[in-house]
Protein backbone atom coordinates (compact mmCIF):
# COMPACT_ATOMS: atom_id res chain seq x y z
CA UNK A 1 0.00 0.00 0.00
CA UNK A 2 1.29 3.47 -0.80
CA UNK A 3 0.37 7.21 -1.38
CA UNK A 4 1.51 9.16 -4.02
CA UNK A 5 2.77 12.58 -2.79
CA UNK A 6 3.46 15.60 -4.95
CA UNK A 7 5.55 18.37 -3.28
CA UNK A 8 8.19 20.67 -4.92
CA UNK A 9 7.41 19.75 -8.38
CA UNK A 10 7.97 16.02 -7.86
CA UNK A 11 6.08 12.91 -7.32
CA UNK A 12 6.68 10.10 -5.06
CA UNK A 13 5.17 6.88 -3.90
CA UNK A 14 5.35 6.79 -0.23
CA UNK A 15 4.87 3.41 1.81
CA UNK A 16 2.41 3.59 4.33
CA UNK A 17 3.51 2.11 7.53
CA UNK A 18 1.32 0.94 10.34
CA UNK A 19 2.75 2.53 14.20
CA UNK A 20 0.50 1.01 16.09
CA UNK A 21 -3.10 -0.94 15.79
CA UNK A 22 -5.12 2.68 15.12
CA UNK A 23 -2.83 4.25 12.81
CA UNK A 24 -0.42 4.54 9.93
CA UNK A 25 1.65 6.77 8.75
CA UNK A 26 2.95 7.58 5.41
CA UNK A 27 6.85 7.34 5.05
CA UNK A 28 8.67 10.08 3.88
CA UNK A 29 12.47 9.47 3.63
CA UNK A 30 14.70 12.44 2.30
CA UNK A 31 17.66 10.50 2.54
CA UNK A 32 19.11 9.42 -1.18
CA UNK A 33 17.04 11.09 -3.26
CA UNK A 34 18.43 14.34 -4.33
CA UNK A 35 16.43 15.60 -6.67
CA UNK A 36 13.44 15.62 -3.81
CA UNK A 37 16.21 16.69 -1.04
CA UNK A 38 17.34 19.85 -3.76
CA UNK A 39 13.86 20.62 -4.78
CA UNK A 40 12.48 20.69 -1.41
CA UNK A 41 15.13 22.78 0.01
CA UNK A 42 14.42 25.45 -2.68
CA UNK A 43 10.84 25.69 -2.33
CA UNK A 44 11.54 26.39 1.52
CA UNK A 45 13.97 28.63 1.00
CA UNK A 46 11.40 30.54 -1.26
CA UNK A 47 8.85 30.46 1.59
CA UNK A 48 11.98 31.32 4.50
CA UNK A 49 11.66 34.72 6.57
CA UNK A 50 14.92 36.85 7.14
CA UNK A 51 17.35 34.88 9.52
CA UNK A 52 20.74 34.54 10.90
CA UNK A 53 21.07 30.64 11.33
CA UNK A 54 19.08 27.21 10.82
CA UNK A 55 18.77 24.68 12.87
CA UNK A 56 17.42 21.01 12.75
CA UNK A 57 16.74 17.75 14.75
CA UNK A 58 18.86 14.98 13.34
CA UNK A 59 18.63 12.81 11.44
CA UNK A 60 16.27 12.81 8.86
CA UNK A 61 16.44 16.77 8.24
CA UNK A 62 19.59 16.83 7.80
CA UNK A 63 20.36 16.67 4.00
CA UNK A 64 17.69 19.21 3.68
CA UNK A 65 19.15 21.86 6.16
CA UNK A 66 22.73 21.05 4.19
CA UNK A 67 21.19 21.82 1.13
CA UNK A 68 19.32 24.44 2.02
CA UNK A 69 22.50 26.39 3.15
CA UNK A 70 24.38 25.59 0.08
CA UNK A 71 21.52 26.58 -2.03
CA UNK A 72 21.49 29.99 0.27
CA UNK A 73 25.26 30.64 0.14
CA UNK A 74 25.25 29.92 3.80
CA UNK A 75 28.55 28.27 4.98
CA UNK A 76 27.07 26.71 8.71
CA UNK A 77 23.92 25.96 10.31
CA UNK A 78 23.50 23.32 13.56
CA UNK A 79 21.81 20.13 14.61
CA UNK A 80 20.54 18.77 17.56
CA UNK A 81 21.64 15.58 18.58
CA UNK A 82 20.05 12.49 19.99
CA UNK A 83 22.55 11.74 21.91
CA UNK A 84 25.63 14.26 24.00
CA UNK A 85 29.38 13.23 21.45
CA UNK A 86 32.46 14.05 22.82
CA UNK A 87 33.37 16.78 21.02
CA UNK A 88 30.31 18.78 22.09
CA UNK A 89 30.77 21.19 25.09
CA UNK A 90 28.56 22.65 27.44
CA UNK A 91 25.79 20.66 26.20
CA UNK A 92 21.97 21.09 27.23
CA UNK A 93 19.25 18.93 26.43
CA UNK A 94 15.24 18.88 26.30
CA UNK A 95 12.63 15.68 26.12
CA UNK A 96 11.75 15.23 22.84
CA UNK A 97 7.97 12.67 22.11
CA UNK A 98 8.15 11.99 18.31
CA UNK A 99 5.42 9.66 16.53
CA UNK A 100 8.22 7.76 14.91
CA UNK A 101 10.30 6.81 18.19
CA UNK A 102 8.68 4.96 20.83
CA UNK A 103 9.50 6.36 24.27
CA UNK A 104 10.89 9.26 25.71
CA UNK A 105 14.20 10.13 23.67
CA UNK A 106 16.37 13.42 24.26
CA UNK A 107 17.64 16.49 22.07
CA UNK A 108 20.77 17.95 23.00
CA UNK A 109 22.40 20.89 22.03
CA UNK A 110 26.45 21.90 21.50
CA UNK A 111 27.16 25.07 23.96
CA UNK A 112 29.43 26.35 21.32
CA UNK A 113 26.69 26.48 19.03
CA UNK A 114 23.83 27.97 21.07
CA UNK A 115 26.63 30.62 22.08
CA UNK A 116 26.77 31.92 18.24
CA UNK A 117 22.56 31.84 18.22
CA UNK A 118 22.15 33.88 20.94
CA UNK A 119 20.38 37.12 20.17
CA UNK A 120 20.10 35.70 16.10
CA UNK A 121 16.80 34.94 14.66
CA UNK A 122 17.00 31.08 13.93
CA UNK A 123 14.68 29.34 11.42
CA UNK A 124 14.02 25.57 12.70
CA UNK A 125 14.01 22.61 9.90
CA UNK A 126 12.31 19.48 9.91
CA UNK A 127 11.23 16.84 7.47
CA UNK A 128 7.79 16.39 8.73
CA UNK A 129 5.82 17.93 11.48
CA UNK A 130 3.30 16.17 12.70
CA UNK A 131 2.67 16.31 16.46
CA UNK A 132 4.88 18.90 16.04
CA UNK A 133 7.13 17.60 19.54
CA UNK A 134 10.45 17.59 18.01
CA UNK A 135 9.82 20.83 16.83
CA UNK A 136 8.69 21.92 20.44
CA UNK A 137 11.60 20.58 21.49
CA UNK A 138 14.60 22.03 19.04
CA UNK A 139 12.78 25.52 20.05
CA UNK A 140 13.35 25.42 24.15
CA UNK A 141 16.74 24.54 23.43
CA UNK A 142 17.38 27.60 20.74
CA UNK A 143 15.11 29.62 23.22
CA UNK A 144 17.82 28.37 26.09
CA UNK A 145 20.53 29.58 23.66
CA UNK A 146 19.09 32.93 23.47
CA UNK A 147 18.03 32.79 20.10
CA UNK A 148 14.72 34.06 18.49
CA UNK A 149 12.91 31.31 16.61
CA UNK A 150 11.66 33.50 13.87
CA UNK A 151 10.39 30.16 11.53
CA UNK A 152 9.45 26.82 11.74
CA UNK A 153 9.70 25.03 8.61
CA UNK A 154 9.06 21.41 7.19
CA UNK A 155 8.57 19.76 4.13
CA UNK A 156 5.50 18.21 5.52
CA UNK A 157 3.03 18.86 8.04
CA UNK A 158 1.43 15.43 8.75
CA UNK A 159 -2.29 15.59 9.86
CA UNK A 160 -3.58 18.19 12.12
CA UNK A 161 -0.23 19.73 11.73
CA UNK A 162 -1.51 21.15 8.47
CA UNK A 163 -3.87 23.52 10.48
CA UNK A 164 -1.18 24.80 12.52
CA UNK A 165 -0.45 28.87 11.67
CA UNK A 166 2.47 28.83 13.21
CA UNK A 167 4.40 26.38 10.42
CA UNK A 168 5.07 27.06 6.54
CA UNK A 169 5.24 23.64 4.43
CA UNK A 170 5.10 22.92 1.03
CA UNK A 171 2.22 20.07 1.67
CA UNK A 172 -0.20 18.34 3.71
CA UNK A 173 0.58 14.85 4.79
CA UNK A 174 -2.76 12.25 5.92
CA UNK A 175 -2.79 9.84 8.41
CA UNK A 176 -4.10 6.96 8.35
CA UNK A 177 -6.00 3.95 10.36
CA UNK A 178 -4.61 0.77 10.90
CA UNK A 179 -5.65 -0.51 7.73
CA UNK A 180 -4.16 1.99 5.94
CA UNK A 181 -7.22 4.16 4.90
CA UNK A 182 -6.97 7.79 4.84
CA UNK A 183 -8.19 9.47 7.83
CA UNK A 184 -10.20 12.70 6.95
CA UNK A 185 -9.88 15.77 8.27
Known amino acids: MTYTLNVAGLTRQLPICKVSDTLSIAGF ?8 TCQCARALLEKAPEYDYMVAPEAKAIPLIHEM ?23 FKVEDHSITTEGTQYLYMDGDDAAKMKGKRVIIIDDVISTGGSIAAVEELVR ?31 LFDGEGNEIKA
Do not use: S
Not at 29 to 36: A, C, K, Q, R, T
Not at 71 to 90: C, E, I, P, S, T
Open 144 to 174: EAGGIVVGRMAVLAEGDAAQRGDIIFLERLP
Open 69 to 91: AKQAGRNDYFLVRKKAKAYMHNV
Open 29 to 36: VIFGDVEL
